[in-house]
């Protein structure tokens, strides 16, 4: 499993582990399934997405599966619980306005605003996810031919094009770069250390607010923007989940429903009592 995930299982078995506590249970075997049912029900209370909380329901199993395979525990509790059933729910994405907005806020006079405004660009002109934009190296980026190499969820390599105007950003901020500092990384911070996935997300919503964009900001935003932009414009849905790294179609399908004006006009365009 990614680094990513492996934190998030630790966090939410560390949340369970704080919350047996507060019941006053101090021991593995003294667990029940009605203790993890109210966790669960806890967490969906406090306002957790379904998605979340089945995570945090994985995390568990694999872990009472584990104590009761080493004889920890005599009996499972977590095979009586039933999964929360997951629906999904629409992104929120920006708009193309609000995207320009937003690619234009950095200052490129200077050189955090012109590596800033680097970031942005790719971001939206690949759909990359955060963890992957701050992995990139120099060499994943072909100039010449317009292309990157990634490596994103499962160690899985893709190829992803990327547009004429991020191209120009990473140029601009690469010349600019080489007067003070060599580094394999593309994106590097004022230390010239390689950027964090945190302090990346820090930049990001700067210049949401900077830009004057009243949206709640979150990891996936762009990356929704990104793709529900192609699809927008006519993009064919394989290749879209092909330059998002999804698995699954199923994953990437949740864009078709998200561009309400492009549904409209198909609608208009193909039924017959439109």
């Known amino acids: 499993m990614s680094h990513n995930t492996c934190l998030s299982y630790r966090a939410d078995i560390t949340l369970f582990m704080k919350f047996l506590r507060e019941q006053r249970v101090y021991a593995w075997d003294k667990v029940s399934a009605k203790q993890i049912v109210a966790f669960i029900t806890m967490r969906r209370e406090a306002g957790c997405v379904s998605r979340t909380v089945s995570r945090e329901l994985i995390a568990l199993r694999v872990l009472f599966r584990f104590l009761a395979d080493e004889l920890v525990i005599k009996a499972d509790p977590a095979t009586r619980v039933e999964s929360p059933k997951l629906w999904q729910l629409l992104p929120d994405v ?3 306005e609000e995207v320009t907005m937003l690619l234009n806020a950095p200052d490129t ?3 955090i ?4 405004k680097a970031m942005l660009e790719l971001l939206y002109a690949s759909g990359l996810r955060a963890s992957e934009m701050v992995r990139l190296r120099v060499l994943n ?3 010449e031919s317009g292309f990157l190499n990634c490596i994103g969820k499962g160690n899985k390599e893709r190829i992803v094009p990327v547009g004429s105007h991020a191209l120009k950003a990473i140029e601009e901020y690469l010349v600019r770069r080489a007067d003070f500092v060599r580094n394999e990384f593309l994106f590097i911070s004022r230390l010239g250390r390689p950027m964090s996935r945190v302090n990346f997300w820090k930049r990001v919503q700067y210049y949401v607010k900077a830009a004057g964009i009243r949206r709640k900001m979150y990891p996936h935003l762009i990356r929704h923007s990104f793709a529900t932009h192609l ?13 998002l790294g999804h698995a699954d179609i199923s994953t990437t399908q949740i864009y078709t429903h998200v561009d309400h004006q492009r549904l409209k006009s198909i609608h ?3 039924h017959p009592r439109s």
Do not use: Y
Request: hydrophobic share 40%.
């Open 268 to 270: 208009n365009r193909f």
């Open 231 to 243: 699809l927008s414009h006519g993009a064919d849905l394989r290749v879209v989940q092909e330059m």
């Open 113 to 116: 605003g012109c590596r800033d």
């Open 94 to 96: 920006l708009s193309e």
């Open 141 to 143: 980026i072909n100039m």
């Open 109 to 111: 006079t200077t050189l």
